[in-house]
């Protein structure tokens, strides 16, 4: 991608969001709303039972680069925009959200999972765009290696393999989100016996 190419555009709509105003009153006196429509989501902490490693995504994001720049992060030029993810993808098919989750780690990671254990829900956004995250666990290994990865549609997908013993210290130099962090906690309370960790 070509950072020099980016611009602010006119936010006509969107097949992704739908901006909202709702007003209502409050001790006689009338209030407004404004908020996002969002769709829901899917994220996978994947764990590579071999490597004895998590498998992270890193990619671009336009507004992570939008708050970073606006809000003068310091952080290196070379990493503005980028973060560090669980896979992930947004609930915009007509499949099951099992589905949804392999497939965009397929797509992203070119791992296919046999299973996936269901974590939580998460909702987040209240105050600007309420929507749901449904996390999801799933070991792979090799074999379940069936494709590039990368992404698709133009997408520059990498993928970051971090150790579980290495995790802590690598999670303090990056940019996340925080369920990341609570992926990481999930397995540490009911997986490291099962793995021997």
């Known amino acids: 991608m070509d950072i020099s190419t980016l611009k602010q555009e006119e936010f006509k709509s969107s097949i992704y969001i739908k901006t909202k105003r709702f007003s209502y009153l409050k001790n006689g006196k009338k209030h407004t709303w404004d908020f996002i429509e969002a769709l829901d989501s899917v994220s996978t902490l994947l764990y590579h039972k071999e490597r004895q490693s998590f498998i992270f995504v890193k990619q671009f994001r336009v507004p992570l680069w939008d708050y970073q720049v606006r809000n003068n992060i310091d952080i290196d030029k070379s990493e503005l925009g980028?973060?560090?993810?669980?896979?992930?993808?947004?609930?915009?098919?007509?499949?099951?959200?099992?589905?949804?989750?392999?497939?965009?780690?397929?797509?992203?990671?070119?791992?296919?999972?046999?299973?996936?254990?269901?974590?939580?829900?998460?909702?987040?956004?209240?105050?600007?765009?309420?929507?749901?995250?449904?996390?999801?666990?799933?070991?792979?290994?090799?074999?379940?290696?069936?494709?590039?990865?990368?992404?698709?549609?133009?997408?520059?997908?990498?993928?970051?393999?971090?150790?579980?013993?290495?995790?802590?210290?690598?999670?303090?130099?990056?940019?996340?989100?925080?369920?990341?962090?609570?992926?990481?906690?999930?397995?540490?309370?009911?997986?490291?016996?099962?793995?021997?960790?």
């Open 82 to 197: 980028y973060s560090i993810e669980l896979c992930s993808g947004l609930v915009d098919k007509n499949l099951s959200i099992e589905d949804i989750a392999k497939e965009e780690c397929l797509e992203e990671l070119g791992y296919l999972p046999k299973s996936l254990e269901k974590v939580a829900d998460f909702y987040g956004g209240f105050g600007s765009g309420a929507s749901k995250q449904s996390l999801f666990f799933a070991e792979v290994s090799e074999e379940d290696k069936k494709a590039e990865g990368g992404g698709i549609d133009d997408e520059e997908i990498q993928s970051v393999f971090v150790k579980v013993k290495e995790f802590e210290e690598f999670s303090k130099r990056i940019v996340h989100a925080a369920s990341f962090e609570f992926a990481y906690l999930w397995f540490m309370k009911n997986k490291t016996q099962i793995y021997g960790l």
